[in-house]
């Protein structure tokens, strides 16, 4: 399920469905670093850097797997903004 979709300018390349962390300057995305915040999810396009990107910053978004996980795994965003099984740090509700 789609949800709200903002467009910010990639502060360095980002591919489609990673974590998303705001950029140093306002209006930019970055990839999310491990175990870091995420603002959302880059959404269908990769972009280079200094380029558009779209952001899905709620709902139900398609996010790619830095690995595998279990069903029912608490999760958390690992490196290059991929999606990574928990310990028990950042989880993604």
Do not use: C, H, W
């Not at 930019?28 to 779209?54: N, P």
């Not at 797997?65 to 928990?86: Q, S, Y």
């Amino acid at each position: 399920m789609k949800g709200n979709v903002l467009n910010f300018t990639a502060s360095n390349a980002v591919p489609a469905f990673r974590f998303v962390a705001l950029g140093a300057t306002e209006g930019t995305v970055a990839l999310a670093s491990a175990d870091g915040d995420a603002v959302g999810v880059s959404y269908e396009l990769d972009a280079a850097q200094d380029g558009r990107q779209d952001v899905q910053l709620d709902g139900i978004a398609e996010v790619t797997a830095g690995g595998a996980f279990a069903v029912g795994a608490k999760l958390k965003v690992g490196a290059n903004g991929k999606l990574f099984g928990a310990l028990n740090t950042q989880i993604i509700a």
